[in-house]
Antibody, heavy 119, light 110 residues
């Protein structure tokens, strides 16, 4: 069974930093592109970033480019998102999501971790 | 990276069919057969319902179908059931190798 478990969320002040983690199990992690998707309170889903299976190809939404960094550790089946320069509008539930093999669709999702940016 | 355009809400009675549209541009929806649809119920994790415009993952009811014409993709739910009540999101791959979601459509089963 595919499992994605996020951690690392919490309350942080504007301008602060957090590092989110996503631990994967139940599939061959190093064969899949992985993503971060977020949902702000009362808002819709927003794609944040993706990283290819090898880590060679990385993409970001304009809203986070230059502030967030995605990475992965295939040896430890883990995905990360470093959040710097946090703003109030970054407050959201952050989901780790797997690309379906050979498709640009998100076929497995974690339960999410809540990030709250507030003074 | 403008969000894809979806109607804010749709409704239907049990047994009826409804269609949710998702409009983008030639740089996303119209340019690739990479549109997917997600069902999101409150307190739950988003669930993939349709991939690659019209593909249906194993375990998803055949009452759900997808299509695309030009820059607009559509999700149709036939034989509407109370359990279908949720918010539905479309998503597309883009020419910048990024992804974009629609704003979401809240489905109410009357």
């Amino acid at each position: 069974e595919v499992q994605l478990v996020e951690s690392g969320g919490g309350l942080v002040k504007p301008g602060g930093s957090l590092r989110l983690s996503c631990e994967a199990s139940g599939f061959t992690f190093n064969s899949y592109t992985m993503n971060w998707v977020r949902q702000a309170p009362g808002k819709g889903l927003e794609w944040v970033s993706s990283i290819s299976s090898s880590g060679d190809y990385i993409y970001y939404a304009d809203s986070v480019k230059g502030r967030f960094t995605i990475s992965r550790d295939n040896a430890h089946n883990s995905l990360f998102l470093q959040l710097n320069g946090l703003r109030a509008d970054d407050s959201a539930v952050y989901y780790c999501a797997r690309d379906a093999y050979g498709s640009y669709s998100f076929d497995s999702w974690g339960q999410g971790t809540l990030v709250t940016v507030s003074s | 990276q403008s969000a894809l355009t979806q109607p804010a809400s749709v409704s239907g009675s049990p047994g009826q069919s409804i269609t949710i549209s998702c409009t983008g541009t030639s740089s996303d929806v119209g340019g690739y057969n990479s549109v997917s649809w997600y069902q999101h119920r409150p307190g739950k994790v988003p669930k993939l319902m349709i991939y690659d415009v019209s593909g249906r993952p194993s375990g998803v009811s055949n009452r759900f179908s997808g299509s695309k014409s030009g820059n607009t993709a559509s999700l149709t739910i036939s034989g509407l059931q109370a359990e279908d009540e949720a918010t539905y999101y479309c998503s597309s791959y883009t020419s910048s190798s990024t992804r974009v979601f629609g704003g979401g459509t809240e489905l109410t089963v009357l």
